[in-house]
Each structure stands twice: as C-alpha cells, then as structure tokens.
C-alpha cells in the first residue's frame, strides 16, 4: 500500500516477476535486511514455489508436496514484501508497468524477472494438446496425480512416454518407473505391465554431461527395462499416440515432454533484448543489456558472457549477487559482476535413492550420493522455510539515492499533513488514478460519478423500498485490488441477505500517506478491485471520500432495492426448516496466523477465494427455494449470527458441528491455539449453547465462534427443498454450502442452541 505496516514511507518499487531460486534468495536478503522506503511486490503464478532438484524425488515418493515446495506467502511476509497472486503477461518498458492476466498494471522503478523455462515443443505438431510438459511443474503435478489415480484405478497395461532424454527427462522416467512399480506392488498387483519409453532426439541420453554419465544410465536404463529410441526426434503428437522420425509409431497412456528449454513469447514481445531462445539477455551484473530497469536470472537469463545450461544450481548461485545489483540499482550505484563457476558439480537421481554424480570428468555412482544430494536438497529448502523469528527494531532512514531533492521535499511535507478536510487526498491524484475507470450507468442514477455534484442522486422505482447499510474496515492484506474485492464483497453482502439488488454505493477510503505517484497507484488497486464487484452485483459507484491515514483501510455505504412485500429477514425462521451455511468458516483464525507467519500460502489462498466469492448469487437461489430467514455471516461468528435469527423467531436450533463446513487449514491454526482478536467478545455468546461443556469438546467448537470476513449466508429453508437448494448451490460455485442444522419448536430451557457431534 502506500505505506507498510510500521508506517514506511514508498519512495521506490522493487517488482519481482517469479518466485524462482534466485528470487527467494533476493526475499530472504530483504528480509534479514530491510531497505527503507523500498516497497517490494512479488508477482506470482504460483504460492507454493517447487524447488526442481527435489521434483523427482517427489515423483518417486521420497519427499511429501510440502517437502519440496517453498511456501512464498511466509516468505513474503517476512521480507515485507506485497505478494500477487497472479501471473504476469508483459512489460510496458516505456511507462515501467508490469502488464498482468487479471488484474491493473503494477508500476516498478526496477524490475527483475525469475520465472524460468519450460519445454520446448511449438515445433511438433499436436504436442500442446496431447502432451503434458514438466514445467511450468505445478501443472505437471496435478496431471501426476490423475495418472496415479489412472494406474491404481485401472488395469494395465499401463504405457508412459517421456520425450526428452537430457538428466531431467531421464530422472523423469525412471522416478515415475519406481513410484509406480512401488504402488503397484503395494495393491498386489506386480505382475501389471508397466511400459516406460524415453524418447532422445540425440544419439545418448543425458547428452550435457560427461559421457561417462550417459554410460551409466545405459546400464541403468537397460537393467530397468526402460525402453530408449536414442537419436530419433517425435514429428507427432495424437491423442495417445507419438510418431517418431524413424516411422515407428507408440501407442500410450501418458505422454511427458521434457525436452530443451524455451521461454514466454512475451518476453520477446515486450521489447528487451532477448537470445534467439527468447531468454532475456543480460550483463554479468544480471542487468537487461537494453533497458537498466531491467534484470533476470535463472533460465529466465542468458548471461551473454558466460552462457551456461539451463540447470537450478545456477539459479541457486545468482540469487546472492542478484539480491546486492538490485539494492545498487534502487539507489543508483555502480553494480558489481558476477562470475558463474566454471564447472558444476551435477548429482541425478536414478528413482531409488541412489544417483550418479560427476564434476570435471569423474563420475561415481551409489546410494551415498543420493543422501549427499538429499543433504543438499534439504539445506536449500529449509533455508525458506524455516525462517528466523524477527525482532521489531527501529528502521534506519532511506539510503541516499532513493529519492531527489524534490521527493525529499515532499517527503518532509508530510509531516505537516491537515486534519478535517485538508487530509483529503488530492483532486488530482484521484483524477489520475480513477481516470481509466468507468462506474455502473444505471437510468435511475439522475446524479453521479458520471455528473459529480455535491451529493448523488438515485431514484427509488414504485413498489420498491431502499435498504440501506454501511461497512467499513482496514486492510488485512497487502494486496489493493483483492483488498477492494472483498470489502465490497462484504458491504454488499447485507444487502443480499435480506433479498435486495444492489443499486448504488459510496465509497469511504483511508489511503496511507505517500508521494504522489505511489498513492496513485494504490487509489487505481484499490478502486480497480472493488468496482470489479460492484459492477457484477448492477451496483453503480456513485461517489464517495477518500482521505490520508497511517493504514489503508475501505468500506461502502451501499444502497439496494427490494418488493416492499418481499424482504427477507432475520426473523421468521420454521421449527422443520433445515439450516444452510453457504461458505465455509475460518477466516478469522486463518488471519490472525497469517499475520503471525504462521499460515500456509495456500490456506490463506483458500480463504481470500472464498471471500472474493460473492454472495449475490446465493441470496437468489436461497430466496427461489423459499427460505423463510436469512442473514450473513460476519464479525460476530455463527452463532452471533444464529442467534440473531432465533430471538425474533422463537424457536430453537440444533446444528451438527461435523457438518460445519471449514476452509482449509482452519482447524490447525485452532489447534495452535490462534484465534482471531474478536473471539473472546464473541466467546461470551456462549451462554446460549444448551449442551456447552459437551460441544467444547469438540475441536470445531471454537470456530462457531470465529468472526467471518465477506462470510457465507445462513438461511432457513423448508426441509422437502432443503437439498434441491444445496445442489443448485454446488453447481453454481458454492461447494462448500451444507445443510448444518435443523429449526425446532421453541422449548422451555433459556438456552436455544444444541451443538451435536
């Protein structure tokens, strides 16, 4: 944002493209050394980052997913860094934006792309579509785990096809070969055929390193059965079908490629100077050779002067002088060189924890090689995992070189901020920032955005009444654009609840304080992300305030329109009626260990999916199967919420925990004990609980407590339309919606709610 967390003025924006080898390095370097008035964004495909010397012996077995990935969202917290769950598709050399699938361009002051390579295949035919490449590798991991489930869901026999004999595609083959023979025999089924095929287009495999090597695969590869076409290129891809150039043709199962490396077509697009492989040129200091603002590393690079293979380890070797060119970049210092070792030291696997190592013309084999390898592996991994506990220390001012003596002027202004009215953000920043976007045109919208005037004007059709409400809270992520999607998402969710359309809204910022160009570009985020929603739920933006403050933080007074005769309330709820939650809960203990790093990416990526969902859709289809009540799940937890709905209905409610929907990750940080800061507040709701000191044994019972952000509806449905309701809302992206409970006739206990196991 335009600040971070310790109130850190921006003077510069260091964007990282990839969370490769090299660029986790450059995020562990912030991390144990900040640079003030540096903002650092990370712009990824990917949260969980695979380390690709542990990738076949994930394929073999040997290592779990979490073993061999890095988890960038701990990371990137713990280098202070922004983390965009995104991928990026271009550069706009000329205005320095970095141009993303689905999202606003990012600004950079220095850029620096880690994004690596995958197969080249664009010149055979039909290898795109009846092909899987092993990289980018996250994608060859879900297609691994369908052909596991393929092999063990079916009989043999079972014909697997790896083009590409370098040591990756030859590692490839024989980690799949072990896996499966292993899981095969596991379910009794050893005698299955099990076909393996290695396709090289050169006349050895592993044709890179010392010949002494492809010797010894030859061995290995014959002890294993593995059948090998060496000097014979595929001219054709068919569905289950490779043709090869010496006109044998193999029927299949799986077709892998791992063949030479190639890279984006945007890179070449974009303007930089590229190789004729598309591969970002640069100077030994890692710099573009065409633009300064510019650097690369890993297969993303071609060092002009010492072109190596396109191997991790030198990825791994770049990141430390990479990390020191980008802090001499950001404050223009002369950037030290950087010389690639001559010679490495390679170690491939051979699929049962043995492998084949060689360096400067010798070469041995063993099963020690293998745990040497592992050694490694794992010291590499678990220098990003495992990461050091960091103490809150007085940051020292910017380095000279950040900002120019009219920035530094600004700077100093900010102190002397206004109060009131004067702490508006500027007219024309706004201006700037807002100008490429369009608000909503509804005809009942007489004065808006669209003719700004002192206040908006909107229209209430007859037979039409206004329901009103208003939400407001400061960010709890350090990404401007989802930030603004789920806060809409949120505000608009009242409005839905009680069977509105939404019609209009205002918007209330706090934008932190900064130069102007860098405010700009979180006001463009933020705005960019919450009129996304607002324009899919009909809702116009009709004006608004937006003011400076020491946090970003955005909510909307939002305005919508139902039949007099039709809203949908609190009150009403059935005895009989099934009780439907439509999203899953968590969130509020999911944040508070994000925010303590102790959260995995991909939970906390689970749960901003689920708050980006919006609830327009459910409120439709809950309102179609005739829900008698019906609220949204927010700041006072389940049963805050529910009992909201009991009081004006007078009944009792019984709700099964088991069938509780939970996020991902959300009974974990329960059982660390991390819980939301509104919990205990929410705790005291607990005198409404029947069976109290019984449902506290459950490990749920702290999530009916857990406050929700942008949460699910709960609603009350007749029982015969009860699962007709949550099929509907299965197919229409709710998944995770439940039937969780039942309406009864009130009863003579003070307490209305049973928590049953």
């Given at each position: 944002m335009g600040m971070s967390a310790n109130t850190e003025m921006v003077l510069k924006d260091l964007v990282l493209i990839g969370g490769g080898h090299s660029h986790v390095a450059v995020l562990k370097s912030f991390g144990m050394k900040p640079m003030p008035g540096v903002r650092l964004t990370v712009i990824a495909r990917d949260v969980q980052t695979p380390y690709s010397g542990m990738l076949p012996g994930y394929v073999a077995g040997h290592y779990t997913y979490d073993e061999a990935h890095i988890d960038l969202r701990p990371l990137c917290q713990f280098a202070g860094a922004r983390l965009y769950h995104e991928a990026a598709e271009g550069i706009d050399l000329s205005n320095k934006l970095v141009q993303c699938a689905n999202r606003p361009a990012v600004p950079y002051d220095v850029v620096s792309l880690n994004i690596g390579s995958r197969p080249d295949i664009a010149g055979v035919p039909g290898a795109a579509d009846f092909g899987t490449p092993v990289k980018p590798i996250n994608r060859f991991v879900d297609r691994w785990h369908s052909l596991v489930d393929r092999v063990l869901g079916q009989p043999g026999p079972h014909r697997i096809a790896v083009v590409g004999a370098g040591a990756a595609g030859t590692e490839m083959v024989l980690s799949i070969q072990f896996r499966l023979r292993h899981l095969l025999d596991k379910h009794g089924r050893q005698d299955e055929i099990l076909e393996m095929h290695l396709v090289s287009k050169s006349s050895r495999v592993t044709p890179s390193h010392d010949p002494g090597v492809s010797k010894r695969f030859d061995r290995i590869l014959d002890e294993r059965g593995v059948n090998v076409y060496r000097g014979t290129a595929v001219t054709r891809a068919e569905d289950d079908i490779l043709v090869l150039s010496d006109g044998k043709t193999l029927e299949l199962d799986e077709i892998l490629w791992v063949t030479g490396a190639s890279a984006p077509a945007w890179l070449r697009e974009s303007g930089l100077d590229v190789d004729e492989n598309g591969f970002i040129n640069v100077h030994d200091t890692l710099q573009s050779t065409s633009d300064i603002h510019v650097f690369a590393a890993g297969d993303t690079a071609n060092v002009i002067n010492f072109p190596r293979p396109k191997a991790g380890v030198f990825a791994v070797r770049q990141g430390k002088p990479l990390a020191e060119n980008l802090r001499?970049?950001?404050?223009?210092?002369?950037?030290?060189s950087f010389s690639p070792q001559k010679s490495m030291l390679s170690l491939i696997s051979t699929g049962d924890k043995c492998a084949v190592a060689s360096k400067a013309g010798i070469v041995a084999e063993g099963t020690w090689l293998w745990t040497w390898k592992n050694w490694i592996d794992q010291r590499f991994i678990q220098k990003y995992n495992n990461l050091p506990e960091m103490t809150e220390e007085a940051q020292p001012l910017p380095q000279a070189g950040l900002a120019n003596p009219e920035v530094l002027k600004d700077i100093s202004a900010m102190a002397m901020r206004c109060s009131g009215c004067g702490a508006k953000v500027g007219a024309n920043v706004l201006t700037r920032a807002l100008k490429d976007l369009s608000p909503l045109d509804r005809d009942d919208v007489l004065i808006g955005l669209h003719e700004p005037d002192d206040a908006a004007v909107v229209e209430v059709p007859p037979g039409k009444v206004m329901v009103h409400t208003v939400d407001y809270f400061r960010a709890f992520i350090d990404d401007a654009y989802v930030f603004g999607q789920i806060s809409a998402n949120h505000s608009l969710s009242d409005l839905f609840a009680m069977g509105a359309q939404a019609q209009s809204a205002l918007a209330i910022a706090t934008i932190p304080y900064g130069i102007e160009d860098k405010v700009e570009d979180t006001v463009r985020q933020l705005m960019a992300?919450?009129?996304?929603?607002?324009?899919?739920?009909?809702a116009a933006l009709v004006g608004g305030h937006t003011s400076e403050g020491a946090e970003l933080a955005l909510g909307f007074s939002a305005h919508?329109?139902?039949d007099k005769n039709r809203i949908l309330r609190k009150?009403?709820?059935?005895?009989?009626?099934?009780?439907?939650?439509?999203?899953?809960?968590?969130?509020?203990?999911?944040l508070a260990a994000d925010m303590r790093q102790k959260a995995k990416g991909f939970w906390i990526y689970g749960?901003?999916?689920?708050?980006?969902?919006?609830?327009?859709v459910a409120a439709s289809l809950i309102y179609e199967y005739d829900a008698t009540a019906c609220t949204d799940i927010t700041g006072f937890g389940l049963l805050g919420h529910m009992v909201e709905m009991i009081r004006p209905s007078g009944v009792d409610v019984d709700v099964n925990m088991n069938l509780l929907p939970v996020l991902d990750g959300a009974e974990e940080t329960i059982e660390m004990g991390i819980l939301s800061s509104l919990q205990p507040a929410n705790v005291r709701l607990r005198r409404a609980i029947r069976n109290h000191e019984q449902a506290a044994q459950s490990n749920r019972f702290p999530l009916v407590f857990d406050p929700q952000t942008s949460g699910g509806l709960l609603a009350s449905v007749p029982s015969s339309k009860a699962e007709a309701c949550v099929r509907e809302l299965h197919e229409a992206g709710f998944t995770a919606a439940a039937v969780v409970g039942e309406v009864r006739a009130r009863s003579d206990y003070l307490e209305p709610v049973m928590l049953l196991n």
């Open positions: 001499r970049a950001l404050v223009n210092r002369t950037l030290r992300g919450a009129m996304k929603v607002l324009d899919d739920a009909g919508g329109l139902v009150g009403g709820m059935v005895p009989g009626d099934k009780l439907i939650l439509t999203k899953a809960l968590g969130t509020g203990t999911l749960a901003l999916e689920s708050m980006l969902l919006s609830n327009r």
